[in-house]
Structure formats: C-alpha cells, structure tokens
Nanobody, 118 residues
Framework: QVQVMESGGGLVQAGGSLRLSCAAS????????MTWYRQAPGKQRELVAR???????DYSDSVKGRFTISIHNAENTAYLQMNSLKPEDTAVYYC????????????WGQGTQVTVSS
C-alpha cells in the first residue's frame, strides 16, 4: 500500500511565499517522478511542476521563475517552493507520484489549499 500526502498550504498575501511538501510512504521500490498539479474553482486541473528522480524539472509557463520543485529521494519527498505568489495562484494543489512498487502506478494525494489574497 502506498500513500501520498501533501502539506504546507495556507493563506498568504500576494508577494508572499509558501513551501508545499509531498511525502510518499509505504511499499515503494522507486519513485520515477513527482508532479504538482493545481485546480482552481471552475477550472481544469493543470500541471504546475514536475521532477524526475534524476532531478530533471519542468514547469508551466505561469510559474516559471517563481516556483521551484525539488526532491529528496532518500525521504521520498518532493517540495514546491512558491515565491512571489499571485492571487491567480489560488487553488487546491495536488501531488502525483509515479511509483514502482512491483508495478508502476500513479498515486494522488488529497490536495492542499493555497489561497493568495490581494
């Protein structure tokens, strides 16, 4: 059984910073990639940032230069450092972990709310 859990969301003023964490636990042989998505009210879920176990990263254009994704392989944890936050960053942020535990599967966390006030 594998679990993925996000933490670190909250309320912040525009221009502020937050750091989200995504921790995977359970029967894990290896993590191939961890990806942050977000979904704002009335909008589709969108990819924010992705990191592979080797450290390759990819960002959406809307967060490039403001957000940084990192991974701590030994702790099976990914982080999303969010700086210069804008009201349009307000959303529920979800973590997806592509994990091999005998079979390869994508696991989702329950989400964490980020609210940026103007």
């Amino acid at each position: 059984q594998v679990q993925v859990m996000e933490s670190g969301g909250g309320l912040v003023q525009a221009g502020g910073s937050l750091r989200l964490s995504c921790a995977a636990s359970g029967r894990i042989f290896s993590i191939n990639a961890m990806t942050w998505y977000r979904q704002a009210p009335g909008k589709q879920r969108e990819l924010v940032a992705r990191i592979t176990s080797s450290g390759n990263t990819d960002y959406s254009d809307s967060v490039k230069g403001r957000f940084t994704i990192s991974i701590h392989n030994a702790e099976n944890t990914a982080y999303l450092q969010m700086n210069s936050l804008k009201p349009e960053d307000t959303a529920v942020y979800y973590c997806n972990a592509n994990i091999y535990s005998g079979v390869e599967y994508n696991y989702w966390g329950q989400g964490t709310q980020v609210t940026v006030s103007s």
